[in-house]
């Protein structure tokens, strides 16, 4: 197996904390990679965003 401990992390991004269980799930299938968590519940909930506010809203954050 190929050691990925010094590759880059993996970025999970969601706009509240359900995603969690998708972490908790990609660390189990992945304990040897890095992961970088990040919650947006102050814009929650992205579905009701126009598309090009929502992508300037993540890229200042």
């Known amino acids: 197996m ?3 401990s010094n590759a880059c992390p993996i970025l999970m991004f969601d706009s509240g904390i359900g995603g ?3 972490l908790r799930e990609a660390r189990v ?3 040897d990679r ?4 990040v919650a947006d519940d102050a814009a ?3 579905g009701a ?4 506010a929502l992508r ?3 890229l200042e954050l």
């Open 44 to 46: 929650f909930p992205y």
């Open 20 to 22: 969690l269980t998708v």
């Open 34 to 37: 890095r992961f970088v968590y």
């Open 2 to 4: 190929t050691d990925l």
């Open 56 to 58: 300037a809203h993540i």
């Open 49 to 52: 965003w126009e598309e090009p």
């Open 29 to 31: 299938l992945m304990p």
